[in-house]
């Protein structure tokens, strides 16, 4: 009886002290999930350039504590439902005028928390060479999502080839061409699709990531680019975005100070030859 006794009183402080482990387990994953410091970080990223930056990133960030696991994405949808979904703890790939249009359209709780580089907008020759070649009618291809159509309608209007109404700025859509004197053609395709579409039109609007994807060359190829010095490059410059509250994670600000870094700047500006150019 005495040993029935001692063996039930063994099992049961057994049991007192898997729950007390359980129950600091508990506590301290709970606060990782609210924005505690936690050392595996996983970003979802368009795989040019933001993902290849992060990858150059890894290294720096580890000797911060910490561990970057990168989930790239080929779309500009899924990388801020998966955010808002907690599938990932961050993501890189869009600028700010976008995510507020995502979020005013999709009801999403994303901002933006650190600017790492700007994509500029290139003209691209397809069928025809130049712009000053372009013919009546000339077939425009230009991305088909709301932040980056206004950005190429306003670099077809700095190349001079349109004209915009008045106050249309970075909310413009084709139905703000007030003039189109070539009668362009201007035909709006998913931005991943711009670059394919070279073969069948006489120019396209590429920006800077599938440019690169496309073995384009800014210096080279491009017919007329945004400036890196424009407004543009402040309003358009890609950034890291997390979940509203997540803004002081401590991994968070680690990887924003290992992108905002002169090496990563180094590597953005030798890498990718204005391509992509580093917000410094």
Do not use: W
């Not at 803004?247 to 992509?276: C, H, M, P, R, T």
Request: aromatic residues 4%.
């Amino acid at each position: 009886m005495k040993k029935s006794f001692k063996k039930i009183t063994q099992i049961v402080a057994l049991g007192l002290v898997v729950v007390g482990l359980a129950a600091c387990g508990a506590k301290s994953d709970d606060t990782a999930s609210k924005g505690g410091d936690n050392k595996i970080i996983t970003v979802g990223a368009s795989a040019v350039p933001h993902a290849e930056i992060l990858e150059q990133a890894k290294d720096d960030l580890k000797k911060e504590g910490y561990t970057l696991k990168v989930k790239v994405f080929n779309d500009y949808i899924m990388p801020n439902t998966a955010l808002e979904d907690k599938q990932l703890d961050a993501n890189y790939f869009q600028t700010q005028p976008y995510l507020d249009k995502f979020n005013e359209e999709k009801g999403t709780h994303i901002v933006g928390v650190g600017n790492v580089h700007f994509e500029p907008l290139g003209i691209y020759p397809g069928k025809t060479k130049t712009l000053e070649a372009l013919k009546d009618g000339a077939t425009v291809a230009i991305p088909n999502d709301p932040s980056n159509e206004a950005r190429a309608l306003l670099l077809l209007e700095d190349a001079g080839l349109i004209k915009l109404k008045d106050g249309a700025g970075i909310t413009a859509t084709v139905k703000d061409i007030k003039d189109n004197p070539k009668n362009l053609n201007i035909k709006e395709v998913e931005a991943a699709q711009t670059a394919r579409s070279l073969q069948d039109v006489d120019i396209a609007v590429v920006n800077g990531n599938y440019a690169v994807e496309a073995n384009l060359d800014v210096n080279k190829d491009a017919l007329h680019v945004e400036s890196a010095k424009s407004d543009a490059a402040k309003t358009y410059a890609n950034m890291i975005c997390v979940r509203e509250g997540d803004e002081n994670n401590k991994a968070v600000k680690a990887l924003v100070k290992v992108l905002q870094s002169d090496d990563i700047n180094k590597f953005i500006d030798e890498k990718y030859n204005g391509a992509v150019v580093a917000v410094k």
